[in-house]
C-alpha cells in the first residue's frame, strides 16, 4: 500500500556533490524581474546522461542539448538553464540563439561549445532573447559557488509557475567514502512526462561517483521509468522535459552499471530515491493542486495496462475534479478505467479509498459509507488502490486533483 | 473553414415523425423531483439500429438494449429512459432492475420484453430502484402523444447536468411525401463519445421512413462518424452513451441503404444534418462552458490521424483553458498536437485562430498580433484552423474550453 517509488520529501540538504558549483543570476528574461538564469558548472570529465520529452514539437534546446551529448560523448562542463521563454516553436532563428548562448558560455568558460548543456522553459512561441544570457555570463561566472545556498539560488531561479524550488539529496557510504546525489527539479504544469529512450519538467541530477556515460544512461533510463514517467498533473506532455544526470567522479567512488554488483544496486537505489522524491514534489506542486492523489493499480493484465489504467484515471477531469470534491465517486475512476484501452473486466475490479473499501467486484462495497470516505478524502494526500483481478500487472502513479484555481493560473491572459 | 458537419441549430421544430408518441413522468428518482422517466412508444414493425460507448465498463441498459436489439432483430416498440441513475457498476442486481422495467413495459404495452428499448443516466454505482419505474408505467401510458409539447417533455425529462433541451428535426420530400426526422439528445459532462460499431450521451433519433433494420445501422454507422464521434467535452469517455435510431415506416416512405441512390443520399445527409445539429447542441451546452472551439484539422497525413491529433488538442487542458481566458496562447496546441501519437513535424505546422494567423510553419506568424486575436476570442464561437502540412487528412472536431464552472459542477460532493 505505500507508494516505494515516491518516498515522501523528508530529505534535508546534504552537501553538494563534490565537483559542481552553482549560481543564479537576474539576465532580464522573467517578467517579474527574479533570478532567471541558473546555472552548474562542472569539473573536467564529468560524465552525463540525459532523457527528453517523448513530444514530436521539442524545443530548441532540447534539440542541441541532445546534438551536444552526442558530439561530445556524454561530456558536460557547463549546465545554462533560463525560465521565463522555453525557446519552442521559435524556429532556426530558436536554434541559432540557443547556439550563441552555448558559444558564448563555452568561451567563458573554456570548454568546447559541445560541452554546454542548454535549457529553457517558459512561454512557448516567443523568440529567445540570447544576448540577455550572453551579457549575465560574466556575473555567473563571479557568483559560482558550491554552498546550500547556492543550490538554492539554482533551483529557484529554474522556477516558473511553480511556488516552490524542489531539491533531493542522498548521501551513500561505499566503504569509508561518501557518495553524494543531489537533484534539483521545477515543474507544476504540463507536466505528463513521457521521457524517452524511452515537461515542462526540469530536472538536474549531480553526484561525485566516477561513472561511465554509457553506464550513467543505464542508471537513468533505469530510474526514471517509475518516478518521472508515472506522474501527471494535467495530461499535457511538454515541449521541454529534461533530466539531466551529471557525474563528476570528484569523490573518487567509481561504480558500474550491472545487475549483479552491490555498489550498482546501492547507486541506483540513491538514484531511484532521488528521482523519486523530486516526482513527488513536482505533483505537490501541480497548479492549483489541493490533493495528492496515490494511485496502485494491481491486478492488470500486465504493468504497461497497469500503467495506461493508471495514466487514464490520472488525466480524467472527472476523477480529479471528484477528488476536489472530496467526493468518492468511485464510478467516474471505474469509468476511466474502462476507456483506457487496457484489458479490463468490471465486474472483477475492486477500489479503497484511503484504506477504505467503495467498490468490490464492479459494484458499491458492502458497506460502503459515503461519509466516512468523504472524512477520508479531506487530507492532503489520499490513497487510492485499485484491483482489476485480471492478472499480475501493478503500478504506482502518482498525480493530483483539477481545482478552480488551476483554471485561474492557466486561464490568464497573458499580456 | 464552415463546420459542415456541425451545422449550427438552427433548425425549429417541424412535426414528429408519424409512428410515434411520446410522454415524461416523474417517477421520483432525480432528488429535484423533477420529470425523470421519458418514454418513447413506436407503432408495431418499428426498425431500430444502436451504437454504444466504447467503454469497457458498460452501464446494465447498454447490454441489456444490445441483447434486446439483438434477439428481436432489430424491432423496437417502447424506448424507457431514466434520468438521475445511470444503473451502471450495479452488478447483477442492476441487469435484474433492468430486465423487471422492461418485462412491466412490455405488459403494459403488450409487445415482447425484447423489443423494449432501456437506458438510463446519472450517477453511477447506486442500485435502480426499478419498482419507482414501473409504478410509473400506467401514468406513461395515458399520458402518451404526438404534439410537439410531448417531444419537448421527453427532450427535458432525460437531462442531467443539461441546461436546455436538445432537439433537431429535418423533413425531406420524395415526390410529394414528406419523410420528417427528429432527433433528442442529452449530454453536456463525460462526453468524449467513442461511439462503437466501431455518453453519458444519450441520442434518440426518430424517422417515419421505411428502413430495414441492416439498412439503418448503415445510415447510423455513416453519421455518428463525423458527428457525435468527433465532438468532445471533457475527454471522459460514458458508460452509457447510446444513440437508437427508430423508424417506424409510417410515412410509406422505403429507403434503402445505397451509394447509387439519390434517395439514399438524401436521407443519409438529412439523418446526418440531425447527428451534427445534435452534436453541436451538446457541446453548446458542455458544463461550464464558456466558448465553443470549432477545430479544423487540415494535411494531416491521413484522416484518423487529423482526428488523432484533433482529439489531443480538444481534451488538453492547457489548451482549454487558454480558450477559457481568451489567451492565442498557441504554443499549447501546437504541444498537445505533438504529443497526439500522430505523426507531425512542427517545422510544416500553421495555426489560424478566428481566421487570423497564429502560427506559420511551427513559429510565431508574420504580423501576429496577439491583442487582435485576442478580442477574436471574446466570441462564444472560436474557430481554430491547423495545417499539419504532412499530407491530405483532415477532420473537423468540436469541443469547448475548461472553466472555473466546469470544476464548480464536477466537484460538489453529492450528498
Redo the contacts between chains.
Keep these: 500500500m505505500s507508494h516505494k517509488a515516491f518516498a515522501p520529501p523528508s530529505f534535508s540538504f546534504a552537501h553538494t556533490p563534490a565537483g559542481f558549483r552553482f549560481s543564479a543570476v537576474r539576465a532580464g528574461i522573467k517578467p517579474s524581474g527574479k533570478p532567471d538564469f541558473a546555472c552548474a558548472h562542472a569539473v573536467e570529465g564529468t560524465t552525463a546522461a540525459a532523457v527528453f520529452t517523448?513530444?514530436?514539437?521539442?524545443a530548441a534546446p532540447v534539440l542541441v542539448g541532445r546534438d551536444h551529448l552526442r558530439q561530445s560523448g556524454g561530456l558536460v562542463r557547463f549546465v545554462a538553464v533560463n525560465a521565463g521563454n522555453?525557446n519552442?516553436?521559435?524556429?532556426e532563428?530558436?536554434i541559432e540563439a540557443c547556439l550563441a548562448v552555448c558559444e558564448a558560455a563555452a568561451r567563458q568558460f573554456g570548454c568546447p561549445s559541445e560541452e554546454i548543456f542548454p535549457s529553457s522553459t517558459g512561454?512557448?512561441?516567443?523568440?529567445l532573447p540570447a544576448e540577455k544570457l550572453v551579457g549575465a555570463l560574466p556575473q555567473v561566472a563571479t557568483q559560482l559557488g558550491d554552498t546550500a545556498a547556492h543550490v538554492q539560488q539554482f533551483a529557484e531561479a529554474i522556477l516558473t509557475t511553480d511556488t516552490r524550488a524542489k531539491i533531493a539529496s542522498v548521501a551513500i557510504n561505499f566503504g569509508d567514502t561518501p557518495v553524494h546525489l543531489l537533484g534539483v527539479a521545477k515543474g507544476a504544469?504540463?507536466i505528463?512526462p513521457?521521457l524517452l529512450p524511452h515537461a515542462t519538467m526540469l530536472v538536474y541530477i549531480f553526484t561525485d561517483a566516477n561513472v561511465l556515460a554509457s553506464d550513467l544512461q543505464k542508471f537513468l533510463n533505469d530510474a526514471i521509468e517509475p518516478t518521472f514517467n508515472c506522474i501527471s498533473i494535467?495530461?499535457?506532455?511538454?515541449?521541454n522535459d529534461t533530466v539531466l544526470l551529471l557525474a563528476s567522479g570528484a569523490s573518487g567512488v567509481s561504480v558500474a552499471h550491472s545487475t549483479q554488483e552491490p555498489a550498482s544496486k546501492t547507486f541506483a537505489r540513491a538514484l531511484l530515491e532521488v528521482c523519486g522524491s523530486l516526482a513527488r514534489q513536482v505533483v505537490e506542486d501541480g497548479e492549483g493542486a489541493g490533493h495528492v492523489i496515490e494511485l496502485a493499480i494491481e491486478g492488470a493484465s500486465s504493468a504497461d495496462d497497469a500503467k495506461r489504467i493508471a495514466r487514464s484515471i490520472a488525466?480524467?477531469?472527472?476523477v480529479k475534479?471528484?477528488f476536489?470534491?472530496?467526493?468518492p465517486?468511485?464510478?467516474?475512476i471505474?469509468?476511466?478505467?474502462?476507456?483506457s484501452g487496457a484489458?479490463?473486466?468490471?465486474?472483477r475490479a475492486s477500489i479503497w479509498i484511503g484504506g477504505l473499501p467503495v467498490?468490490q467486484?464492479?459494484?458499491?462495497a458492502e458497506g460502503f459509507e459515503k461519509n466516512k470516505v468523504?472524512e477520508a478524502m479531506l487530507q492532503r494526500t489520499v490513497h487510492v488502490r485499485m484491483d482489476l483481478g485480471m492478472g499480475h500487472g501493478s503500478c504506482e502513479f502518482l498525480t493530483c486533483d483539477?481545482?478552480?484555481e488551476?483554471?485561474?493560473i492557466?486561464?490568464?491572459?497573458?499580456t
Design positions: 517523448g513530444n514530436r514539437m521539442v522555453a519552442c516553436a521559435t524556429g532563428q530558436g512561454i512557448i512561441g516567443v523568440p504544469g504540463m505528463a513521457q494535467d495530461g499535457d506532455t511538454s515541449t488525466n480524467s477531469p472527472l475534479t471528484a476536489a470534491g472530496c467526493d465517486n468511485w464510478g467516474r471505474l469509468a476511466a478505467a474502462g476507456y484489458p479490463m473486466d468490471p465486474g467498490c467486484k464492479g459494484r458499491a468523504h483539477l481545482t478552480a488551476y483554471v485561474r492557466n486561464a490568464e491572459y497573458s
